[in-house]
């Protein structure tokens, strides 16, 4: 109860200095007041208070587990503890590699970050900045799972001796490559619309 009292009171100071910030037009400390502090609320929310950690383990798995045999390894599913860390057995010839779906695979981490990141971006409003949150926060899960993926098929395929190779280099490379797409989207691509539009406005 202490916690929840803590992480409350926490959250209302930010909001109320992300509210002074934008009464006050000081735009750059709203956008990195408001976008760290929604991401850490965010993460420290969904591991601690609200089921949304465990939640995006269990659907990045399920969703690995489902496309796993398409590219022709047939993985194994397990709760290691009900409703929340998931387990993928991966099998190479005669040995399995049992991969756990933590934190960092979970994708909460960059997801966070992405929703702050946008929710308070100026270059859009209303409607479109919800749109592009959705869009970008469905992209970046499934990003997270093409990661996972791509780890399991190196397991899978080539042994446990590169699983450390496929989860610190090859799935982190991807993984960066795409979001810097998902960003470029999401934040990139709005910003050189509104400035062209602008641009545009002044005479020549």
């Known amino acids: 109860m202490a916690e929840l009292a803590l992480f409350a009171a926490a ?62 390894i047939k993985t194994t599913l397990e709760h290691v503890a009900p409703g929340s860390l998931m387990v993928i057995g991966v099998p190479h010839q005669d040995e399995w ?54 780890i399991v098929a190196t397991v899978g395929y080539l042994g446990q001796d590169y699983l450390d190779f496929a989860h610190v280099v090859v799935g982190r490379v991807v993984f960066f490559v795409i979001a810097i797409g998902i960003f470029w989207f999401a934040i990139t691509a709005p910003t050189l619309r509104r400035v062209n539009a602008r641009l545009a406005e002044v005479p020549a």
């Open 97 to 150: 590699t049992v991969l756990a779906v933590g934190l960092e695979s979970s994708g909460l981490l960059e997801s966070a970050a992405l929703l702050g990141l946008v929710a308070f971006f100026p270059a859009q409003t209303g409607t479109s900045r919800l749109a592009t949150i959705l869009i970008a926060l469905a992209l970046t899960f499934i990003a997270n799972v093409f990661r996972v993926l791509i």
């Open 11 to 72: 959250a209302v100071g930010w909001v109320g200095v992300v509210a002074f910030f934008r009464r006050a037009r000081a735009w750059l400390p709203y956008y990195v007041v408001g976008a760290s502090g929604c991401a850490i609320l965010v993460v420290v929310g969904g591991r601690e208070f609200l089921p949304l950690e465990s939640v995006i383990r269990v659907a990045t798995a399920e969703s690995v587990h489902m496309v796993a045999p398409l590219i022709g």
